[in-house]
């Protein structure tokens, strides 16, 4: 099963360290880009809209 863009990935398994991992790769683009941002809302449409930031 694949997860629709707006359902919670840690439904489908994403953990704590994971959502780490993703935030210190992802705060190399995006300075302000910590876990607490991604684990408010952890969808792909939510972090869509965090890494798209400024991008035209």
């Keep these: 099963d694949e997860p ?3 359902e919670n990935l ?4 994403l953990d704590s ?3 780490m991992g993703l935030a210190a790769r992802w705060r190399k ?9 991604l684990a408010k809302n952890p969808t792909i449409d939510a972090w869509w ?5 400024g991008v035209e």
Excluded at 10 to 13: E, L, Q, S, T, V
Excluded at 29 to 37: A, E, L, P
Excluded at 49 to 53: D, K, P
């Design 17 to 19: 360290v994971r959502m």
């Design 49 to 53: 809209a965090l890494l798209s930031r």
């Design 29 to 37: 683009v995006h300075g302000d880009i910590d876990f607490v941002m």
């Design 10 to 13: 840690i439904d489908y398994g």
């Design 4 to 6: 629709l863009d707006d």
